[in-house]
C-alpha cells in the first residue's frame, strides 16, 4: 500500500522559513514526478513547484520563485520543499503528490489529475 506524508508545517512569522518533508512507503519516489500543491482556506488548490522523475527538472509559481526550492534525494524516498521569506499569502495546506514516470512520455507538471498519490498535507501558517 502507496503511503504519502508530509511533515514539517506549522507556524512561522513573515519572512521565517520552513523545510517541508515528504516521505513515499509503498513505492520508488526514484520514478516518479513530486509536485508541492496548496490550498488556502476558499481557495482552489494551486501548484507550488514540481520536480520531474527523468532530468530533475524544477517548476515554481511565479509567487513563490526565489523563495521556494523543491528537491529531492533518491534512494532516500523523500523529497523536500525549503520555503524561505515566507509571506502571509503562503499560509495554506501544503499537499505532496508523485506521478508515475513513464519514459517518452511528457511531463505536464501543473495537471494535478495526473498525479496518482496524493498525501494529506501539512498546515503552513504564516502570521505575526
Known amino acids: 500500500q502507496v503511503h504519502i506524508v508530509e511533515s514539517g508545517g506549522g507556524l512561522v512569522q513573515p519572512g521565517g522559513s520552513l523545510r517541508l518533508s515528504c516521505a513515499a512507503s509503498?513505492?520508488?519516489?526514484?520514478?516518479?514526478?513530486i509536485g508541492w500543491f496548496r490550498q488556502a482556506p476558499g481557495k482552489e488548490r494551486e501548484g507550488v513547484s514540481c520536480?520531474?522523475?527523468?532530468?530533475?527538472?524544477?517548476y515554481y509559481a511565479d509567487s513563490v520563485k526565489g523563495r521556494f526550492t523543491i528537491s529531492r534525494v533518491n534512494g532516500i524516498n523523500t523529497a523536500y520543499l525549503q520555503m524561505n521569506s515566507l509571506k502571509p499569502e503562503d499560509t495554506a495546506v501544503y499537499y505532496c503528490?508523485?506521478?508515475?514516470?513513464?519514459?517518452?512520455?511528457?511531463?505536464?507538471?501543473?495537471?494535478?489529475?495526473?498525479?496518482?498519490?496524493w498525501g494529506q498535507g501539512t498546515q503552513v501558517t504564516v502570521s505575526s
Open positions: 503528490a508523485a506521478e508515475r514516470h513513464y519514459s517518452g512520455t511528457y511531463y505536464y507538471p501543473w495537471k494535478q489529475d495526473r498525479y496518482e498519490y
Open positions: 509503498g513505492l520508488s519516489l526514484d520514478y516518479y514526478h
Open positions: 520536480i520531474s522523475s527523468d532530468d530533475g527538472s524544477t
